[in-house]
């Protein structure tokens, strides 16, 4: 049976100076996984480079994977805060077809967003690759999803979304997977990347949405 791995801290910061203090752990770990990677990243490491005690680590974090956990955290939110605004704004400018034109603007600020954190692929990668950190991935697709599903719902007149969730998860999914690539693969130009992913996804939604459309608009609508 696999161990269960503490991933919440142990506290939040209320202070001011605990929050410098929390906020020095998760620079010094997203540091750290850029010049030693996620399996040489230790506590010991982390306290060091945030000038700080193992035993003052300890009072927010039980363990590297919990301080991984928070920075990952971190990043998907600012991820699904910019996304939830950018959905809304492109319903608000035109609906669905203003989504799906603005798809590479999408996949192009979530690249951006990922890039300027320092560690963002890194910690991109440890969420994937980490068993106890997939958790945090997994939970932000769905978020995701889910805001993405319940939009389209109510674009499409629909009372649930039940019966588009799945394509709304491919989509979302081959969108990060997209990003990842630009981020991953410097052989690869990033504009190429993106706008082809964007045309990939968009192709996709149209013939997804033309069948939903056929089939008219839900009850009361």
Do not use: C
């Amino acid at each position: 049976m696999r161990r269960q791995v503490e991933l919440l801290e142990k506290n939040k910061p209320q202070q001011e100076r605990a929050k410098r203090t929390y906020d020095a752990i998760l620079v010094a770990a997203a540091e750290l996984l850029v010049e030693v990677g996620v399996e040489r990243i230790s506590t010991n490491l982390v306290a060091e480079r945030a000038g700080i005690t193992v035993p003052a680590l300890y009072r927010y974090f039980p363990n590297k994977y919990a301080v991984l956990h928070a920075l990952g955290a971190k990043l998907m939110d600012r991820q699904n805060e910019w996304f939830d605004t950018w959905l809304q704004g492109r319903v608000a400018d035109g609906g669905l077809f203003a989504i799906l034109d603005n798809l590479e603007d999408m996949l192009r600020n979530i690249y951006e967003i990922t890039r300027t954190q320092t560690g963002g692929i890194e910690i991109v990668h440890a969420l994937r690759a980490v068993g106890p950190l997939q958790v945090v991935r997994l939970e932000s697709h769905q978020l995701i999803t889910d805001g993405l599903t319940e939009t389209l719902a109510e674009q499409l007149g629909r009372e649930t979304a039940d019966a588009f969730r799945t394509q709304t998860r491919i989509a979302v999914e081959v969108g990060y997977s997209v990003v990842e690539m630009a981020l991953e693969d410097p052989t690869l130009p990033v504009d190429d990347v993106l706008r082809e992913g964007a045309r990939i996804i968009r192709v996709y939604w149209q013939g997804a949405l033309s069948e939903l459309l056929a089939d008219g608009p839900g009850p009361g609508h």
